[in-house]
């Protein structure tokens, strides 16, 4: 039966909230009009003290703060404000992002963001390869993708952001984004080591491998896949042995169906059930997870010999 993982973050911030009432004080957040609700925003920073990045979220929305047990204080919410690349306005007053993070490191207090996703992943399916880039058909539905790393010490998180040309991508997809990061930020993307262990315990995720070119340091391809209400998402852990060498990507595909031909027996295209001769990667989502993709075999070397004397 294939392995079935939820990512969130109940585990980083249970220990803070317990002992806590659940009443939290929310600073009211003055209402977005609706002709600017869709346009996506600029993005608010968070990082620790030695300045690496935890997450980001959009100009505008808020963070959860949770005190320490010692500290007496509730949980409270309070709405951020974009004030320039290293400054955000958080509860009224005016933070460079790093004298944020030390303050919070003084009073021993953790910080998340309050929209959350919370996301089960699967390994990819056959012939979903085509699904992890922007250049082909089946991309014309992908809004964005994420593309990072870790670092040559394969501890810090830094990734950048790629737009599709396609008037898809808006606030809304870029909030859920963000959050769907931070989900996978506790786990199967939290550095190197989490990643490189995540994909060996999902061998049957793995896509290729191979040896560097200009070395004989190795790398192996996983894809994994997973839904919100209503997108997809594909990610691309690209595992190295050598830490600055291991990458990753998140691809976000809107709400709208992925061209993704079926075939009969026949080899020609069959209808879905609305006839269009489509199904959406949604669709391909569910059906993963009814019917679970067994590991892949290695050929030997006599099966490789046959096959070619057969050719």
Known sequence: MEKKVLVNDIDRVSKHEQGHGTKAKT???????????????????????????????????????????????EPEEAVCKYEGECHTKIGGMIYHICEFAEKMERLG??????????????????????????????????????????????????????????????????????????ALRQNVLKDHLAMSNYCKEHPEAKISDG????????????????????????VNCFAAENKRDSRFSIFAYADKPVPMLEQNNNGKNSPDKNGEGFTSVLGAIDKGKKTPKPPRKEKTAAQIKNKQEEI
């Open 211 to 234: 040896n560097f070119s200009n070395s004989n340091d190795r790398y192996e391809i996983y894809g994994f896949k997973f839904e919100t209400a209503s997108r997809q998402y594909f």
């Open 109 to 182: 207090a953790k910080y998340r963001p309050v929209n959350q996703t919370a996301v089960e992943i699967l390994p990819y399916s056959e012939g979903e390869e085509k699904f992890y880039t922007f250049n082909r058909d089946e991309g014309n539905t992908c809004a964005c993708s994420e593309h990072g790393d870790f670092g040559n010490n394969g501890e810090r998180f830094t990734s950048n952001l790629k737009i599709r040309e396609n008037g898809l991508y808006n606030a809304e997809i870029q909030s859920e984004l963000q959050s769907v990061i931070y």
């Open 27 to 73: 600073l009211p957040a003055k209402p977005t009009p609706e002709s600017e609700k869709e346009e996506p925003k600029r993005l608010i920073r968070f990082i620790d003290s030695e300045y690496r990045t935890l997450f980001q979220i959009p100009d505008g929305e808020s963070i959860r703060v949770i005190y320490s047990l010692d500290d007496g204080r």
